[in-house]
């Protein structure tokens, strides 16, 4: 019996990984629109794909983002300035994306802008901290995503979204969490909606991951934490202050540099004929968050808050 088992499972992943090696024809011709180029994942794709032959279509927040990327890459590249809380900036970034692909319609959006803090356990932020990470990371997300439909639908294209763990399990205070809970939402809607119309949506799930968007949590912190009222202070100390950031410098320390298994996923869901509907990157994802995900609430609060400190009026 165990035998017909493995071989059965076998069977599953040979044809998995036969399907999964099967890409789209004509790629040199197809256009893929990319938020947030300026570093990180979105700058790391841009290049990437680029080399491919693929027609890229770079929204970077700054000027000078996107003169650095156009200088690394070829003339085939193309770059705008893109502030997905702005909806004039969102309908003008679309309208130049109609002019670059005309009639082919566009393969790929890339929804990938996103920002991390302000970050901090929820009581010591104001509603207006949690709008500035939800405004980046769901609501910009959307209204991009709404804009380039049309154009998407054209093509019978992808949607690849980037969602993250802790949008299967909270981890932290703050709107990171819970923007990434609703890119998983508003993806899974999506998806079910543009089945019909030939266009697939791909949720890319990262890890533990060194960007640019993660390395000033900690100053984060220690700036939330100087405007926290006195009373607020003295419910957790200065003890668990020290003790959660240094938690948190210690989670940076091991995250992952090697943004490639990020955007090798993105590729994929991009040119692969039977793109996965999501991609969870990095072995702590794997072992630990998403299984995780899956415990009793009880099993799963044990795991994380056994390396939580105590605040110093818990009782």
């Known amino acids: 019996m165990w035998l017909y088992l493995a071989a059965l499972l076998g069977l599953y992943f040979l044809r998995r990984w036969y399907r999964e090696r099967q890409t789209v024809g004509n790629l040199t011709e197809k256009y893929v629109f990319i938020t947030g180029c300026d570093s990180g994942f979105g700058n790391q794709l841009a290049r990437q794909l680029d080399t491919r032959g693929m027609r ?6 700054t000027q000078k983002g996107a003169e650095e990327l156009e200088k690394a890459t070829s003339g085939r590249l193309r770059s705008t300035i893109l502030d997905v809380t702005s909806t004039e900036s969102v309908a003008a970034a679309t309208e130049w994306v109609k002019g ?8 790929g959006l890339v929804n990938n802008a996103g920002v991390s803090i302000p970050s901090a356990p929820n009581e010591w932020l104001t509603k207006e901290d949690f709008a500035k990470v939800i405004n980046v990371n769901l609501l910009g997300m959307i209204d991009v995503t709404l804009h380039m439909l049309p154009l998407v639908r054209k093509a019978k294209g992808r949607v690849i979204n980037m969602a993250s763990v802790m949008g299967r399990i909270s981890t932290s205070g703050g709107g990171y969490t819970i923007s990434k809970y609703g890119v ?13 119309f030939g266009v697939q949506v791909s949720i890319i799930e990262p890890g533990s991951f060194a960007t640019a968007v993660t390395r000033d949590i900690v100053e984060n912190y220690k700036s939330i934490w100087r405007r926290v009222p006195s009373e607020i202070r003295e419910v957790y100390g200065q003890p668990y202050f020290e003790q959660y950031c240094k938690l948190c410098q210690d989670f940076l320390d091991r995250c992952n540099s090697n943004l490639h298994l990020v955007t090798n996923c993105m590729e994929h869901g991009l040119t692969s004929y039977h793109p996965r509907t999501r991609y969870s990157v990095g072995w702590d994802a794997k072992l630990f968050y998403i299984p995780a995900s899956y415990l009793p609430a009880a099993a799963s609060d044990y795991l994380l808050l056994r390396f939580w400190p105590k605040p110093a009026q818990s009782g």
């Open 100 to 107: 670059c692909v005309g009639d082919k319609g566009l393969w």
């Open 184 to 196: 998983e939402a508003f993806s899974d809607s999506l998806r079910r909606e543009l089945f019909p």
């Open 56 to 61: 890229v279509l770079a929204a970077c927040l």
